[in-house]
Each structure stands twice: as structure tokens, then as C-alpha cells.
């Protein structure tokens, strides 16, 4: 028989974060709210993965990521430290123009988190749409945290085209990390796991990417997702069977979308010359496909 004295918050997911229960999770924003008013500031709103301070808003899903490997006891340091730096940012630093110039990278993000940004912290008007849910904003890499850079603060650093060249230069000089192949037959796909804060913006330079690790791919493209800015999965369609891959790499993307710090979108993705057509969709949380007439053709022509 069960326990009939155990609280059901212990065991029912939190539905915005799932990898807590509801009494964890309510702990949790308790902790970050008390954290926030210790820290001198007056909390004006509180959503169920934000607060707002002083005009500022901080987005808490990060931060949960990291609370929910700790020991709850260890939370509120935590969140002072996480906190805390998010408060010190600066975007000019005390820099030379030349050594600013050199942190600048493009960061794929969700447009929900930059529409929930407040007119405060700046406007993101000029950033890109890179696929429906995606967009692409330019960033400061700083020793102790990633500052997104507002439309206003883009003059200072020079002629906009030249800053968006300059980051791009920069993200193809970091080298590109080993993959791992996981799967057999015709469901397998490879994954590349980085530290780097903008890892899975590289599916901006995709083609790229596969040059360097030395795998082959077609113009009939390649199967992509980034479920979070720490991975990239990919399956070139190389002329082997290839229509088991499409479930497979589906099914893991969903697995590690949001179960890892800053999630970028549960969806595959079918590239080609440098265009992305999303294959996926979420229909009441569970995974639905919208597969285009000539990516089903290629999966009948190669098939084993």
C-alpha cells in the first residue's frame, strides 16, 4: 500500500520545470524570490520561469538546471552567485574597441525569451529570424557571462554588416569538437557536445562544421537540431538509408530539449544550402511530423 501520508507535490512534475516536482519547484522560486529581495532590489512581477526586478528581468530556467543537480540546502548560494553576476554585467567593461570586437559572437535564441525582455534592457529589433521560434542576436563572451547586445550599444562597436562578419569570423575560429555516432543501421546520427555558450549556433555554418570533422554530405542536405545551445545532432542524407534517423534524432532532440542549461528548440530540422525547413511540430506535448513531399521522396529512394 502507499503512502497516504506523502504529499503529491513530491510526486507530480512541475509543468515548466519537469525535472522538479511541484514541491520542489515551489521551493525553488521561493528560494530565488528571497534571494533577489536579500540583494537589494524590489521584486515588481514574478511569472512561473521569471521575476522582475528593478525593471530587470531574470529568466530562472538556467539557473533551475543548475539547482536541480544541488543539494537543495545549497540552493541560495547558488542563486546569489548566479544573481550576482547577472547584475554585474557591462557591456563596455572598459575595453578597446578591438578587444570588444574579438568577444563578439551571433547567439541563436528563442524569440519567447527575447519578447520577454524588457524595454529597459534594450531593444532586439535587428535580430534575424533564423526559422519560426528562432532568432539570432549578437553577444559579448565575457569571462564570467554571455550579455546579448542591444540595437543601440551595435554603433559603438562599427558599421553593423562589419560587426555581424567580425562575429561570425570569430565563431569559425573556435574549434569544433569531436563527434560521437549513436544509433546503427540506418537510425543513426552523429552529436557534438561543447561548453561553448554558442556551440549550436554552428548550424549557421553547418556545411562547414561537417568539412572540418571530415564527414561527407550531398546537396540532398542534411537532418539537424539544436536542442539546446550545448549540443548539435545532425544526420547528412548521404545516399544510405536514412528514414529510421528521422524518428530517432526527433525522439532524442525532444528528450534533450530543456533537460540541459539553455534550451533552444525541441524541433528537427531538414538544411540545405544554408536554409533550415522545420520536419516537427508539438501537438498537445507530443511529437508530431510535417514531412515536405521531396525529403519523403529522398527517404523512398534510399530506402534499404
Not at 554558442?198 to 562544421?209: G, N, P, Q, S
Amino acid at each position: 500500500m502507499g503512502d497516504s501520508t506523502r504529499d503529491p507535490d513530491d510526486e507530480q512534475p512541475d509543468l515548466i520545470f519537469p525535472f522538479f516536482s511541484l514541491g520542489e519547484a515551489r521551493q525553488f522560486r521561493a528560494s530565488a524570490y528571497r534571494v533577489l529581495v536579500e540583494l537589494g532590489g524590489r521584486v515588481s512581477e514574478v511569472g512561473p520561469d521569471f521575476m522582475t526586478i528593478d525593471r530587470d528581468r531574470f529568466i530562472l530556467h538556467n539557473i533551475a538546471v543548475r539547482c536541480r543537480e544541488a543539494d537543495p540546502r545549497n540552493w541560495r548560494t547558488l542563486l546569489r552567485k548566479h544573481f550576482r553576476t547577472v547584475m554585474a554585467a557591462d557591456l563596455a567593461d572598459g575595453l578597446a574597441l578591438e578587444e570588444r570586437l574579438a568577444t563578439v559572437y551571433p547567439r541563436i535564441m528563442p524569440a519567447e525569451a527575447l519578447a520577454l525582455t524588457p524595454v529597459a534592457a534594450g531593444s532586439y529589433g535587428y535580430a534575424p529570424v533564423l526559422v519560426d521560434g528562432l532568432r539570432i542576436v549578437l553577444a559579448f563572451d565575457r569571462p564570467d557571462i554571455v550579455v546579448s547586445i542591444p540595437e543601440a550599444t551595435i554603433p559603438e562597436l562599427g558599421v553593423p554588416e562589419r560587426v555581424w562578419a567580425r562575429a561570425m569570423d570569430n565563431l569559425r575560429a573556435v574549434p569544433v569538437p569531436a563527434h560521437e555516432t549513436f544509433g546503427r543501421d540506418g537510425g543513426w546520427f552523429h552529436a557534438t557536445v561543447d561548453p561553448l555558450f554558442f556551440h549550436a549556433t554552428r548550424v549557421l555554418i553547418l556545411d562547414e562544421v561537417l568539412t572540418r570533422l571530415r564527414i561527407p554530405f550531398t546537396a540532398d542536405g542534411i537532418l539537424v537540431s539544436l536542442p539546446n545551445r550545448h549540443e548539435l545532432l545532425f544526420r547528412p542524407i548521404d545516399g544510405s538509408h536514412f528514414a529510421p534517423a528521422v524518428y530517432a534524432l526527433a525522439d532524442f532532440t525532444v528528450h534533450r530539449f530543456g533537460a540541459a542549461v539553455g534550451p533552444l528548440s525541441p524541433h528537427l530540422y531538414w538544411w540545405r544550402n544554408g536554409n533550415l525547413t522545420r520536419l516537427t511540430e508539438l501537438r498537445d506535448g507530443a511529437l508530431g511530423f510535417e514531412l515536405p513531399d521531396e525529403l519523403v521522396e529522398l527517404m523512398d529512394r534510399y530506402r534499404a
